[in-house]
C-alpha cells in the first residue's frame, strides 16, 4: 500500500493534461494562508486485489479495515472501496443452486461479518463507500441488487444506491471463458441520488454506470461535488474482444468525461487482478473538476492512496462553462427520455 506524494502537485503527463493546470488551490497542499473555511475533503482510494472464492467475508473485512487504517494514518476523512468489494465476482459463473447463489449476498448492512468496519470507522473517525450484493426482502419477496452505501464518520449509513445499468448477459452461455450474468442475478435500482455528507453533496454510482453520461448529469442536476464509483472490470470483453486492450484507456474516459462536464470530483476505485483465473483493470483514480487526474493507483492489488478535493473548486466550472441554469436547453433534450435506443421507446415498445 501507499500514498503518492505526487497526488498534490498539478498533472505533468500528457494523459492527464488537458489545456492549463487550475490554480493551486483547486488541488494542491495545504498552506499556513489558506482559507480555513475552504471546504477540503481528503478522499482516499481503497483499491482491493482479487477476492478468492475460498476467501471468507472476514477475511477480506480484515483487509478493508488494515486499509482504513492507513488512509486514517494520510489524514482521510472518506475511504471508498470497489463494487462488490465483500466476495470474488461471482456474476462469472452460471449458479442454478438458489442457496449457493444467495450465499454471495447480504440479508443485512451492516452484517455480523461487516460490523468490525462499522466498528473501526466510528472509533478512527472516517467514512467509507461499500459496494456488495444486497438481498432485500420487499413484501415477502427477496430481491437482488448490486448495491453501494455511504457511511459517515459516526459509522452511520447516510445514503445507499443500487446499479441501474447492469451489464453483461441474462442466460448461460457456454461460448464465453467465463461468464458476465449481472443481468440474471441482479434487479436494476431506480434512481441516482445524492446526499448531504463530508460537508459536500455526494452521489454513488457503481462499475457499468461511469460509462453513461446519463449517471453524472442526473446526480449534477441535484448539485452533487463528489461522485464515488466502485467496479469490477475484466480486461477481456467478450462480446468485443477490439475493447481488450482499451480498457484502461476507456475506463479513464469516462471518468474524466464525467468529471469535466459536471464540475464535480470523481472518486473511482478498481477490485483488480486476476481473480479465478479472469485479469481484471485496476487503475484506480480521482478525478477534479477540471478533468484531471490528481490520484491515482499504481499497481493491481491492495492499495491506498490520498487525494485531496476542494470542493469550492467546482464552483469553476459549474458556475461558467457548465452553469448549467445558464446554458442548457432541456426542452431540445426531448428524445432522451422518449425513446430507450434507436428502434424502442421508453418503455420497451418499437419506437414509430
Not at 478522499?43 to 492507513?70: F, H
Amino acid at each position: 500500500m501507499c500514498c503518492c506524494s505526487c497526488c498534490w502537485s498539478a498533472p505533468t503527463a500528457p494523459d492527464e493534461s488537458h489545456g492549463p493546470a487550475p490554480e493551486k488551490p483547486a488541488h494542491g497542499p495545504a498552506t499556513e494562508s489558506e482559507d480555513p473555511m475552504t471546504r477540503i475533503v481528503n478522499i482516499a482510494l481503497g483499491q482491493l486485489g482479487p477476492v478468492q472464492k475460498a476467501d471468507s467475508r472476514a477475511s477480506v473485512v480484515r483487509r478493508l479495515c488494515d486499509m482504513m487504517r492507513e488512509a486514517k494514518s494520510l489524514g482521510a476523512d472518506v475511504i471508498v472501496y470497489p463494487e462488490l468489494a465483500l466476495t470474488t465476482f461471482f456474476p462469472r459463473w452460471y449458479i442454478e443452486d438458489q442457496a449457493e447463489l444467495h450465499s454471495y449476498f447480504e440479508r443485512a448492512m451492516p452484517s455480523r461479518d461487516t460490523q468490525p468496519l462499522f466498528e473501526l470507522a466510528r472509533a478512527l473517525g472516517i467514512g467509507f463507500y461499500l459496494g456488495y450484493a444486497e438481498l432485500a426482502d420487499e413484501g415477502g419477496r427477496l430481491m437482488q441488487y448490486n448495491t453501494a452505501i455511504l457511511v459517515d464518520k459516526a459509522g452511520a449509513i447516510v445514503g445507499k444506491y443500487r446499479k441501474i445499468h447492469v451489464p453483461g448477459h441474462f442466460e448461460h452461455e457456454p461460448w464465453r471463458q467465463f461468464q458476465h450474468l449481472e443481468k440474471r442475478y441482479f434487479t436494476p435500482g431506480r434512481s441516482f441520488d445524492v446526499h448531504q455528507a463530508f460537508g459536500g453533496v455526494v452521489g454513488m454510482a457503481l462499475c457499468n454506470d461511469r460509462r453513461w453520461a446519463e449517471t453524472y448529469r442526473v446526480m449534477a442536476l441535484q448539485g452533487a461535488e463528489m461522485v464515488f464509483i466502485g467496479y469490477n472490470t475484466p480486461v477481456h470483453n467478450a462480446p468485443a474482444p477490439q475493447h481488450d486492450d482499451l480498457s484502461l484507456f476507456h475506463n479513464q474516459l469516462a471518468v474524466q468525461a464525467g468529471a469535466y462536464q459536471n464540475g464535480c470530483w470523481v472518486a473511482s476505485v478498481a477490485k483488480g487482478g486476476v481473480e479465478e483465473g479472469v485479469d481484471s483493470i485496476a487503475g484506480s483514480l480521482l478525478v477534479a473538476p477540471s478533468g484531471e487526474v490528481v490520484a491515482r493507483c499504481i499497481t493491481k492489488g491492495d492499495e491506498v492512496v490520498l487525494g485531496r478535493a476542494d470542493l469550492d473548486f467546482c464552483a469553476v466550472y459549474k458556475r461558467t462553462t457548465f452553469n448549467f441554469d445558464l446554458h442548457r436547453h432541456p426542452e431540445c433534450y426531448g428524445l432522451i427520455v422518449q425513446k430507450k435506443g434507436e428502434t424502442l421507446a421508453a418503455d420497451g415498445t418499437p419506437w414509430r
